[in-house]
């Protein structure tokens, strides 16, 4: 068992970003030492359905058949994954014109994704629209904790976040959506209230690590990686934040070659990527869980969508 421990640690220190988390729930697997989970993301994919056209600089990249390749391999080769999208599914092509978005959300559903978070754009054909679509069309549900959206057509339909229990460990997932000023038209936001994105993070991070007993906690973002002065964007939430471990960033189009890593108020690691836009890339981090140390030891890399 020792000299398999060894072995087990000398995989670790090949990983990039160790994150060091308190106490977690077991899982039902009793005699496992460890637990790999597997975090799957998209952003900003705007309609794009299919692969980028001849003479296009990113060529036969993308598209919905590529993506579905590509997530069947993993899940071959990895028993627990889970799979996010951190907004603007919505916009870019005659798709979206034609069909409203119903392809977009059959799409999500046929992928498997887990939860989506709302971008600016997804507010392009109106919140009934939107509404009518993930009624009708989504098996995943839409996560935004700071968007009120009381006496709107989504009242009933976005919730702040979802816990995933994954082979007994519980995954905190929230959204936060972006400043609406500028970007969405007021009559396409209507009745909506927006709050403040870093309280709202902090709120619902502390509620999932420490009322929930979330082992890790996630936020799917579009506030953007980079930004005017002012503007809280996903490097300030990391730093100004607690009990984030990652966030899964959209809005800015920023195509991160890795995640980059942050420290917040606790001086503890915070992980932050983003994949470009239109489907290119997939992003993809691997957590392990060590049951003996209590530590989450993180490794994470970008693939290509082709």
Sequence with gaps: MRSDRRHFFRQLTGLSGAL????????????????????????????????????DRNAGKGGVVNRARLLSKIRQ????VLLFDAGDIFQGTPYFNLFHGEPEVQSLSMLGYD?????????????????????????????VANYDFKNTPLQDLVKPYKIFKVNGLRIGVFGLGIQPKGLIPAK?????????????????????RNEEKCSLVICLSHLGFKGSAGEIIDPILAAQSRHIDLIIG???????????????????PVLVNQVG???????????????????????????TVA
Excluded: C
């Design 20 to 55: 060091v988390l308190g106490s977690f729930e077991g899982w039902s697997q009793t005699q496992a030492d460890s637990l790999k989970l597997t975090i799957l993301h998209t952003n900003d994919t705007h309609s794009h359905l299919d692969p980028f056209p001849p003479g």
């Design 77 to 80: 080769e990895e028993s627990h």
């Design 115 to 143: 939860a989506i978070t709302m971008g600016n754009h997804d507010f392009d054909g109106g919140m009934e629209v939107y509404a009518k679509q993930i009624r009708e069309h989504a098996t995943f549900p839409v996560l």
């Design 188 to 208: 396409l936001f209507g009745d909506t209230q927006y709050l403040d994105p870093l309280t709202k993070a902090n709120e619902v991070a502390a509620f999932l």
């Design 250 to 268: 959209g809005h800015t189009h920023t195509f991160l070659p890795e995640p980059k890593v942050f420290t917040n108020l606790d001086g503890k």
């Design 277 to 303: 836009f239109g489907g290119i890339n997939l992003g993809r981090l691997d957590f392990t869980f060590d049951r003996v140390t209590k530590q989450v030891f993180s490794s994470g890399n970008n693939l």
